[in-house]
């Protein structure tokens, strides 16, 4: 199956990663409803054409449109984009259920794990609405840069190579390069946990630390995730490529990472509610380090970075005695 280029695209949020994902798809020639929760905000955007809160400065096209209502926003689509944070997908789903989604593709766009269950995002999305066809956007895609045209890269992951294929052919642009996987759960594990990984570098980031110290979280922190991801059962070499290195890469340095910056808040000395309580964004890595912690151990994989950026988060053990005890560890081979 090919969605056409008239076809109908839903985005559900309106967050900075939806309405980057809006932007390009409407430049791609679809026609794009964007939803989201709160109406007032909606027509706020409609009316200014422009996100201050998430993409100052870049105008919305009059050509995407807004709903509050899901159903509507829904209907007819082709390809329905999740783009809204993890901890609030499973809710959204139970709004779809019920509906007919038979001939949609849906897209997640969403980098986490569910607390609760453990489930990555596309085993939400069956667990909610049985089994429609499903497929995972992720890599190194910060919004900021996207959606002002800079080149980048990403995966398309699906079980169904045919349906990878789809979505593929309806991101690629000269500024957007898609690539596609049927290794789901590496796709999805690489582009959660490495928001892990952006905490801890933050956290070193903010208590003064080098180059050398981040060189070896990135490093170290990789081997825990393709540790995880191998007995997951995702494939190894997944790891190596945009979404688990290249993605990795990025979120740790990018002065635009949301999970890097409360790391080094909390490096500097701020509480992680504080810090919180002030953002209007969602970091990702707090809530996936409690899920990432718990599937070590029920797996029993060594995930030592991730035990400590977890004390450090969910304990309150200080920074510095955090990188004391991953320092004096055990001695061993690389």
Known sequence: MTIEKSAKVAVIGDGGWGMTLAILLHNQ??????????ADYLKLLDKKRESPKFLPGL?????????????????????IVLAIPSHFL????????????????????????ENDTLMRMSELIEDVLGKPRIAVLSGPTISYEVARGIPTTCVVASKDATVAKEVQDVFMSERFRV????????????????????????????????????????????VEIARLGKALGARAETFAGLTGLGDL?????SVHGR????????GKGKKLKDILAKM????????TT??????AQKHRVEMPITAQVFAVLYEDKDPRVAVNDLMLREKKAE
């Open 90 to 113: 499973r809710g959204v789903l139970a709004q779809i259920k019920g509906e007919d989604t038979s001939g949609a593709v849906i897209l997640s766009a969403a980098k986490g794990i």
């Open 29 to 38: 020639g679809y026609k794009v409803c964007l939803w989201g929760p709160f």
């Open 280 to 287: 209007e964004m969602v970091a990702e890595g707090v809530k």
């Open 249 to 253: 890469v990025t979120t740790c340095i």
């Open 259 to 266: 999970n890097r910056g409360v790391g080094e808040q909390i």
């Open 179 to 222: 690539y596609t996987s049927t290794d789901v759960a590496g796709v999805e594990l690489g582009g959660a946990l490495k928001n892990v990984i952006a905490i801890a570098c933050g956290i070193s980031d903010g208590l003064g630390f080098g180059t050398n110290t981040k060189a070896a979280i990135l490093t170290r922190g990789l």
């Open 290 to 295: 409690k899920s990432a912690f718990l599937l």
């Open 59 to 79: 105008a919305i096209p009059r050509g995407i449109y807004f709903s509050a209502d899901i159903r509507l926003a829904i209907q007819e689509s082709a390809l």
